[in-house]
């Protein structure tokens, strides 16, 4: 008994793990809460012959490839080109002045960690003098909310559209267990209309059968043509109610076949409506949480 209640308290244990690590990410390491810093750092780069100041800035869950080009969106006009282990794009527009600069740019990735970190550092045009960074401290900071946001954005674009996969998904299986029960009800119908006509027919018959037998004493007491004319007439409609009968129990039997097929059909469908609801439902909670983890970046 006390091995059982602590196997069973175990099993409660690993399921309470899974959940809360379910909850914090995804299997591709993709998390679903904000809990980073984006902090500016210092570092330097090497141009040319010539190294200078750098401000580094933290892009979490993205390669460096990803930083590379979203950079391109972040920085609007900024046209980037490889120089060396560097990137370097002229005349842009950056920092509160607003003046054109030349920026240089290293990505580097943390491939244990799934950080990249971008180094930035600006000089004068055409020169590899560079500028003051902490004066451009804050827009750096700014650049990585951006680039950051704009991470978490792709991810959120992502999971939308296994959420519109996995509507369709949940649409299409409503749709076949609304057929299977539709398919239930009919069956049903059907039946119900058989049994209402076999009763009719089988009270029918039930008359009749009298009238055979009253016309049929009548003949033998008589044998008047006319009242064999009537038995011959009654015996014609209670073959004919008897041929109703044999086709409505054909019927009958055809509409149990079919109640029987989609009535084990129907709990199939019913769970794999079930089935695909709760999986909508498990992406939602991913697209809900990524939604409040960009809007936390701040």
Not at 22 to 42: H, S
Not at 47 to 54: E, I, K, L, P, Y
Not at 92 to 121: E, I, M, W, Y
Request: charge should be positive.
């Amino acid at each position: 008994m006390t091995t059982s209640r602590t196997t069973y308290t175990l099993a409660l244990a690993l399921v309470a793990a899974t959940t809360v690590n379910a909850q914090n990410a995804l299997k591709d390491g993709t998390t679903l809460q904000w809990d980073k810093e984006i902090a500016v750092g210092m570092d330097s780069l090497r141009n040319d012959s010539v190294t200078v100041a750098a401000l580094t800035v933290p892009v979490f869950e993205a390669s460096a490839a990803q930083v590379t080009g979203l950079m391109k969106t972040v920085m609007p006009g900024a046209a980037f080109k490889k120089q060396g282990d560097l990137q370097k794009a002229v005349g842009v527009n950056f920092g509160p002045a607003g003046t054109p600069l030349d920026v240089l740019a290293r990505v580097a990735q943390d491939k244990k960690s799934g950080t990249s970190t971008l180094a930035l550092a600006f000089l004068q045009p055409g020169t590899s003098t560079s500028l003051d960074p902490a004066s451009l401290q804050p827009a750096v900071r700014d650049l990585g909310v951006q680039l950051n946001k704009a991470v978490v954005q792709g991810q959120l674009n992502t999971w939308t559209a296994k959420l519109d996969k996995a509507g369709s998904k949940t649409e299409s299986a409503t749709q076949s267990q609304d057929k299977a029960q539709g398919r239930v009800n009919k069956a049903q119908a059907d039946l119900d209309k058989i049994a209402r006509d076999k009763s009719k027919l089988q009270s029918e018959h039930a008359i009749l059968q009298k009238e055979i037998d009253l016309y049929n004493q009548k003949w033998t007491l008589s044998q008047d043509p006319k009242d064999f004319k009537k038995l011959t007439k009654s015996r014609a409609k209670i073959t004919k109610n008897e041929g109703k009968m044999a086709k409505a129990m054909e019927a009958e039997a055809k509409s149990q076949k079919e109640l029987t097929k989609s009535g084990t059909a129907l709990p199939q469908a019913q769970k794999a409506k079930d089935q695909q609801a709760a999986a909508q439902a498990e992406v939602q909670r991913t697209v809900d949480a990524l939604q409040r983890k960009l809007e936390s970046i701040r």
